[in-house]
């Protein structure tokens, strides 16, 4: 029991790290990593927005209705970023003036609604929560990841505070949207290596039908190859090279 | 109604019942510290916009202010620290302004702002390196129009209010109505009206006035002729001392032009381009096109393109000499943007100080019109849909196009 409790916090940090391996809130990821102290500020607001939409929409998920529960999402979302908002405007300004506009754009952060849709309304109000926590935290890890190296190299500081040796070597590129980007990538690309022996994210098999990319695919089909690993005692479905 | 279709908009609402009751609950225990920290960034950029100056204290400001001050502070050297805040692209622009006490702008700040970032920054940047720094209420009117972006726009508003309140405070008479109140006070002046809205006629003749407004609702209008204003009402002229016999008689003449241009539809010819919907020619022999014009809202990006094209009304007056009836020389007496669902910066097209530049401009003579400040796509288009006018203008008046 509290092993699974455990995996749930875990999961969210490494495994399904909503940055890296889900991909989602590519946004704020992008616009507040020129900084270390703005992602640091952004993780911090998204995982509390995350934990309390995640325990509320668990705790009221026998109760909203399907018809309507997209717009009851959004509304608690969007009330708990308000709150956030409030808070920090009221007692961490400095952190209000750096999030800016992005602070507000969480209600819409597929992070939160995605964790909703797919979690929250489905599990009990503790592990909603543990799950909140987990990807609250695997975002904040992330931003801080990117940050630090877009800051370090890009900018030539650490938290705001200049690196002498490095001030002359930046690389400017990087504290831009193109080479945030391109972090973004790399660190995409080394979190799938990383991820990749411990079996990956498992993806959903279809048929040859319904893929796009059929016609450019020499493999015979999807499912044979999910057969042929399932019989090396691979045990989980990996993607097509 | 069943429950079932009850049900969904019972708990919606009950959801948004309780948001609301947490959202004021949060409000009210973090009001007080939000004003306080906006006070205290207030301070600081009090000494950024005025240094050298101490001793602030908050002035009580007059009920005949301009509105978007909502704050006053006085120093000890007699300079002034005025708080507007306008709309740019969002509201809550935020702009702290210095003046001294010769009414000369000693600094400008913005302390808060929801604006684009894209648009917002060159224009703070531009401010804040001391743009408005030595103008006084006289010399800043001439800047107000170099305004480009509804963030430079509101912000330059912003400054203008703080030089009209230093005016105020320092014993001046001030007007603080916009354009508009003090034509509209002016138009009912001169027809001896009161509260009366007032319309621009789109002049489709030549009159030999510089414009006519007629009174909405109501029977009135008002010539102007060489900046008098001469109100007519049932073809007799309001008795007004201040004008001359002369002047009166033009603006009766203009009048009967007024009242007897009659708009007739024209066929258009063959290959008449797209951009060019409708002719009319009026009793003066002036056409007036209706043009259909692609800019951004057509020829954009097509993932912010509103598909919508620029509503044109162009008047063009035949100027040719008479002994050359196949040689036309169309000139643009009116023109109008009647709607638009451009871009931002493209949204300029529809303001009068846009596109009353191309009055009394012939077919080549539109292009030296500059272009509307980061809406190439907007202009060229709308440059375009007048030149089609003026083909088909050829067209019809026998030359060729």
Known sequence: MKNSKLMILLRGIIMENPVLILVLGTCPTLAVTTSLKSAFYMGIAATAVLVCSNAVISALRNIIPDTVRIPCYIVIIASFVTVVQMLLEAHLPEAYEMLGVYLALIVVNCIILGRAEMYARKNNVINSILDGIGMGLGFLLALMLMALIREVLGAGSFWGYSIPFLENYKISVLAQAPGGFLVFGILIAVMNKLTEKRGGVKRKSFSCDGCPSAHLCNKTSCNELTELAANDGEGEVKADD | ?401
């Open chain 2, 1 to 401: 109604m069943t429950k079932s279709k009850l049900l969904p908009s019972i708990v919606l609402g009950s959801i948004c019942l309780v948001v609301a009751a947490l959202l004021a609950l949060v409000n009210t225990l973090t009001a007080d510290k939000i004003q306080q920290n906006n006070d205290e960034k207030a301070e600081v950029a009090l000494r950024e916009v005025l240094p050298d100056h101490s001793g602030f204290v908050t002035v009580e400001i007059p009920e005949e202010f301009p509105s978007s001050i909502d704050l006053v502070k006085k120093s000890a050297e007699g300079g002034y620290v005025f708080r507007a805040v306008v709309t740019g692209k969002s509201s809550g622009l935020t702009v702290m302004i210095g003046i001294d006490k010769d009414g000369k702008i000693v600094g400008t700040k913005c302390t808060a702002n929801q604006e684009t970032p894209s648009y917002a920054e060159p224009v703070f940047e531009k401010t804040e390196s001391g743009y408005y720094v030595g103008m006084t209420e006289d010399s800043f009117t001439e800047y107000l129009k170099t305004g480009s972006t509804l963030t430079s726009r509101a912000y330059a508003g912003a400054v203008k209010d703080a030089l009209t309140g230093f005016a105020a405070l320092s014993g001046a008479e001030v007007d603080l109505r916009t354009e508009e109140e003090k034509l509209a006070d002016s138009l009912n002046a001169a027809l001896g009206t009161e509260g009366s809205k007032f319309e621009k006629w789109f002049a489709t003749d030549i009159t030999g006035a510089d414009a006519i407004y007629t009174e909405l609702g109501g029977e009135g209008v008002v010539v102007s002729i060489k900046e008098n204003l001469i109100g007519i009402r049932n073809g007799v002229a309001v008795e007004n001392s201040t004008v001359s016999q002369a002047l009166i008689e033009n603006a009766l003449s203009a009048y009967s032009v007024y009242k007897n241009s009659v708009l007739t539809p024209v066929a258009l010819p063959n290959g008449t381009p797209s951009e060019v919907t409708a002719a009319y020619v009026s009793t003066g022999g002036i056409y007036v096109f209706e043009l259909s014009a692609r800019g951004y809202g057509m020829d954009g990006d097509p993932d912010y393109a509103s598909g919508e094209p620029i509503k044109i009304k162009v008047a063009i007056a035949n100027m040719s000499p008479t002994d050359v009836p196949s040689a036309p020389h169309g000139i643009i007496v009116s023109v109008l943007t009647v709607s638009e669902s451009e871009n931002e910066a493209g949204a300029k097209c529809s303001d009068s100080t846009f596109y009353s530049q191309f009055v009394h401009k012939d077919k080549d003579e539109i292009y030296s019109v500059p272009d509307i400040d980061g809406a190439p796509v907007t202009s060229s288009g709308y440059k375009r849909a007048l030149r089609h006018a003026f083909s088909v203008f050829e067209i019809l008046t026998g030359g060729n196009a």
